[in-house]
């Protein structure tokens, strides 16, 4: 009932207001268990996709967003179940994996829609990163649900990372066909058929995204960029100190021509 409400509410708020574009909304079935796997540009992704479906997507939120005391933490814990997040504890790198695949597992088996990402994070540049084996592919083989690839277009130009109000543009979202891994059904422990899934599913995704990929996690891109960023400030930090020194010398260095002056200035 609180997520029947909160999406005819936040879903009528967002189509009004960015009207967004739907491509393939066919292939989303009318009933039963899928997976939809999504690129990961914007915050506000796992908004405009439920807004434009009928039924109802679950995906999974850090627990963090639940538990935080106050008002302030309810009301934002209420917000997100009402919109369909379920809560997973990410406090350590293996055991939210784990929890990850159980929530999937346990939407499928009700026969719910999955929401994942299988880059893990939010692209740090708007292009398409090396999706994990872990969760997307795991869900699929141990359920034999169909995995639907979804491309979610120019919402990181809507809402980029670190911004809170969002800019008021349209955005898009292309659903692809359904993709059947039975042929896999039960083999959710073999790393090589993991990596395969995964990035058949992830090739589909680029096709109707069109962004460029980049063969490395999107997690390591961080990295990357957060390490040049930092060089980048220290060089920057290096310079300004290398200038400062040098405008001391320059001042010096004319201070004491001007003394000079003055001693070999001739007594009156």
């Known amino acids: ?81 009402g919109v369909g997040q379920l809560p997973v504890d990410r406090s350590g790198a293996r055991g939210a994996g784990e929890a990850a695949v159980r929530a999937g597992i346990e939407v499928i088996e009700q026969g719910g829609l999955f929401g994942i990402y299988p880059e893990g994070t939010r692209s740090p540049d708007g292009r398409l990163y090396r999706g994990k084996p872990g969760g997307l592919a795991r869900v699929a083989l141990a359920t034999g649900a169909p995995v639907i ?18 800019k008021l543009m349209r955005p898009g979202i292309r659903i692809g066909k359904p993709l059947d891994f039975g042929r896999y059904r039960g083999m959710e422990n073999d790393r090589f058929i993991l990596r395969s899934v995964t990035d058949e599913v992830m090739y589909e995704i680029m096709k109707l995204s069109g962004q460029e990929y980049v063969d490395i996690y999107a997690t390591a891109a961080k990295r990357q960029i957060a390490e040049a960023e930092k060089a980048a400030r220290a060089q920057a ?20 021509r001007g003394d000079d002056r003055r001693q070999d200035r001739p007594a009156a």
């Not at 277009?153 to 990372?161: A, C, H, L, M």
């Not at 930090?237 to 004491?256: D, F, I, M, T, V």
């Open 149 to 166: 690839p979804v491309a979610m277009i120019d919402t990181e130009k809507i809402q980029p990372p670190g911004k809170v109000i969002p």
């Open 237 to 256: 930090k290096e310079q300004a100190k290398e200038q400062a020194r040098a405008e001391s010398a320059a001042q010096g260095k004319a201070g004491r």
């Open 1 to 81: 009932m609180i997520y029947g409400a909160m999406k005819f509410s936040l879903g009528s708020s967002l189509k009004l207001a960015f009207r967004p574009w739907v491509e393939g909304l066919e292939n989303v079935p009318a009933q039963g268990p899928a997976i939809l796997a999504s690129n990961h540009l914007s915050f506000s992704d796992s908004f405009f996709l439920p807004a434009v479906l009928d039924r109802k997507v679950t995906f999974i939120a850090k627990a963090e967003y639940f538990t935080t005391p106050g008002v302030k933490g309810r009301l934002t814990a209420a917000f997100f179940k």
